[in-house]
């Protein structure tokens, strides 16, 4: 990790911390003095300000820093999207850091995905103030909007995960930005995995890949949803193992009319991704395979 950050970001971890100790320096408990030593794309860690279900499921796993004196500065942009933005974060004490990736979502009005009521259909708004600022539009309820859809994937998130799906574990959730593991490309140290649409396996991995899908789709399904945009854009290929990413608009098969069509399309997608690199798959014998294991 730090060859990477050295290596791409040369506003090392050492100067980025100077006088800032875990919290500590020469000037003892100033916090005030602390603050002004924070450049701008550094900020306290959030994690002390997170509740109970907030933060990811137990254990958490040996790369979530749990110390109220951490910093968290932004190394920069890992992917834009249609909907939000992944940032990459080092979280960081004297003694330990982590590279994390930080989901925000934008307001409505930033956003390029109009199709949110294909997804949402059998989503229920439990306060009736939120109910009424999202029908009516208003810049409370673009805000519930934004959190709405930041709230939905880091359910989604810590269901999957604790279900044993292939997704990044869940680290924290604050208003419209989501803290998750960040992905590694285990043939390339401290770098981004690539997404599955640029990788060119061979057949045993390709056979390899299809088994992980497939299980993943499964596991999607015996929960009672698809995944609803699926595509090998977003899915990560960390060396031999699939991670799957993007999952807001995850759709109820039973209480959505259209989750059995959008199931079909990840069904189609995925298998479109497969077949032209050798493997005889076809998108409705999947498609029966879910509904199968759904219910």
Not at 110 to 126: A, I, P, W
Not at 189 to 194: E, F, I
Not at 203 to 209: C, K, M, N, S, V
Not at 233 to 260: K, M
């Amino acid at each position: 990790m730090k060859n990477y950050v050295e290596k791409n970001f040369p506003d090392t971890f050492e100067a980025r911390h100077a006088g800032t100790k875990t919290g500590h320096s020469d000037r003892g408990e100033d916090w005030n003095y602390l603050d002004d030593q924070l450049t701008e794309s550094q900020r306290w860690s959030t994690w002390p300000a997170t509740e109970k279900l907030m933060r990811g499921p137990l254990p958490y796993p040996e790369f979530v820093i749990e110390d109220a004196g951490a910093i968290d500065t932004e190394l920069g942009v890992l992917k834009t999207g249609k909907e939000a933005d992944v940032f990459l974060i080092e979280r960081a004490t004297a003694e330990q850091r982590a590279l994390l990736a930080a989901k925000r979502y934008r307001s409505p009005e930033q956003r390029t995905f109009n199709r949110s009521s294909t997804y949402t259909e059998g989503r229920s708004v439990k306060r009736s103030r939120d109910a009424r600022a999202l029908k009516n539009g208003s810049t409370y309820g673009r805000l519930v909007e934004a959190s709405r859809w930041a709230n939905s994937e880091w359910q989604y998130l810590r269901l999957c995960f604790a279900a044993g799906a292939p997704v990044p574990y869940p680290v924290q959730v604050m208003g419209t930005e989501i803290l998750m593991e960040f992905i590694e490309d285990p043939e390339s140290p401290g770098a981004a995995a690539p997404r599955l649409q640029h990788v060119r396996p061979d057949a045993e991995r390709l056979g390899l890949y299809w088994e992980q899908i497939v299980e993943a789709m499964k596991i999607f399904a015996r929960l009672g949803f698809a995944h609803g945009d699926l595509s090998p854009y977003n899915v990560l290929a960390a060396g031999e193992r699939l991670v799957v990413i993007d999952l807001p608009q995850f759709v109820d098969l039973a209480g959505n009319e259209r989750g059995a069509g959008l199931l079909r399309r990840d069904c189609q997608n995925i298998c479109a991704w497969f077949r032209p690199r050798g493997l005889d798959v076809d998108g409705d014998e999947l498609l029966a395979e879910l509904i199968a294991e759904a219910w």
